[in-house]
Each structure stands twice: as C-alpha cells, then as structure tokens.
C-alpha cells in the first residue's frame, strides 16, 4: 500500500509539493474540485517521508481508539438527539427498523446519497427509472410499488389509496380499519409490504434479479401470516381465510391480548 508522502513529492526549488496520485479510475463530478481544495491545503505542507504512516483516533489524547471513548461520544452526540424508534409487535425488530430509517429519511435511496455528497452515475429510480429516487417515490409512487399497493389492498378488500407519504405510511392506519387487532394487523401488513418493496429494489440493485409484482405479493402473504401468526397468542390464523378474507378480525374481534 501507498504511503502519502510516496504520491507528495516535495519540490525543492519551488518550495512547494507536486502531486503524483496514480489513479485507477479518475476523480469526477464533485470529487474534482474537492480533490483542488484537498491540494491547495496540502500544497505548502513538506512530508518528510521517514516516519510510517499511521491511523490517529481523535477522541483519545492517546490517538488510540477505544470503544468505550466511540459510545461515550455517541451517547452525547447521536442518541440524545435520535428520534424514538418504532415497533410493530407482530412483527421482528428488523422490520421496525426499516421504517424508522425510512421515516428518517435514513435509507440510502439515490437522493439521499446525493444530497450527502456521494458522486453517482445516476439518481434516477433504478427499479422504474422515471423519476428521482427518494424514500417517498419508492415506497408510495414508483410503478412498481403503486402495483404492489393495489394489489394489497384488493387482496384486504379495501378501497385503493395513495399514501400522502412516508409518515402515513408508516402510521399504516385505515379508516375502514377500526377495531384494535384489525388496526395493528394492517398496520403489520402495510410494514411487510414496505419490507418486500425495499427488498425488491435492493435485489434489483444489487443482484440485477427481480420477481414479478403477483410474486412478490405472494411472499407478502406468506411472510405476513407466519410472522403475524407466530405472534398472536390468542390462536392461529387459517391460511386459507387469511388468503381469502384477512379482515375477518374486524367482524368477531379478539381480545386484545398479543397485541401491543
Ligand atoms: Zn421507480
């Protein structure tokens, strides 16, 4: 590996240091100007080249890191100021923290590595590519989605809506929804779909593979019911009312036991 001082060669008679950075893919967009600026800082400063370079963790006079001094920083800096997050208690953790991160803006969608200053080719939808990627567009208004939520709700028999956006959507209510199972099972549902939703696009990122919209829908179902019907305490759900008529719990309610 490179050391600094190997790609700042200090020029003598011009006092000044001339820069030789050997690149395997060259700086663009952004980078460039912030690679002038990083030179124009760097252009006075004489590297010596004898001592080894090495890693300093500024929050240790030692320069050592240690844990303990990385918690104590986030306790007083991060965490204190962190919204509270969210649970669905039908659900596992990892689903509830998606929508958290989702209704923080947290998720690295497109705009949101852009807005952070991350160079990328393109910040366009990569699963429609008709619009920006934001939280909003992926979740409530690309095609793909918006045909995933029609399909939801026929299969809930609800009428189809649009979320306003990501905070309704994480609230997941209905007001054709009202009883207190119906309210967290379809708040449960709105959850999972999200969590296919991201998913999808994930894969399509990342693995280039994509399922059809009725498949995905599919696994939402399947997903659900095995989730939501490892938790209810009062009884199973039936797979086939829960593929035929899932709002059931609306006409003879449950206590309201299991749910949380
Ligand atoms: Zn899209």
Redesign the pocket.
């Given at each position: 590996m490179a050391k600094v001082s190997d790609r700042m060669l200090w020029i003598e008679s011009e006092g000044r240091v001339q820069f030789s950075w050997q690149w395997t893919a060259l700086p663009k967009w952004r980078t460039s100007p912030e690679l002038l600026r990083l030179e124009n800082q760097l252009s006075l400063f004489k590297c010596s080249g004898k001592s080894v370079d090495e890693w300093v963790w500024k929050l240790c006079g030692s320069g050592i890191y240690s844990t303990k001094s990385l918690i104590e920083f986030l306790n007083s800096t991060v965490v204190t100021h962190a919204e509270p997050t969210i649970r669905n208690n039908l659900l596992p953790q990892k689903v509830g923290i998606l929508m958290w991160r989702a209704s923080q803006n947290k998720l690295p969608v497109r705009s949101e590595l852009d807005r952070r200053g991350i160079d990328l080719d393109s910040v366009r939808?990569p699963?429609?590519?008709?619009?920006i990627?934001s939280t909003n567009?992926?979740f409530i208004?690309?095609?793909?989605?918006s045909d995933i939520w029609d399909r939801i709700f026929k299969w809930w028999n609800l009428n189809s809506t649009v979320f306003a956006d990501i905070t309704e959507l994480t609230k997941g209510s209905n007001s054709q929804i009202n009883t207190t199972t119906g309210i967290s099972i379809w708040q449960a549902i709105v959850w999972v779909t999200s969590y296919y939703i991201w998913k999808n696009r994930n894969d399509h990122v990342f693995n280039k593979s994509r399922l059809c919209n009725a498949k995905i829908v599919s696994e939402i179902q399947i997903k659900s019911f095995e989730w939501i019907s490892s938790k209810l305490k009062y009884g199973c759900l039936d797979w086939h009312n829960w593929l035929a008529n899932p709002r059931k719990f609306d006409a003879n309610p449950p206590s309201k036991e299991g749910i949380g």
């Open positions: 939808c699963v429609c590519n008709d619009d990627e567009h992926t208004h690309c095609k793909t989605a």
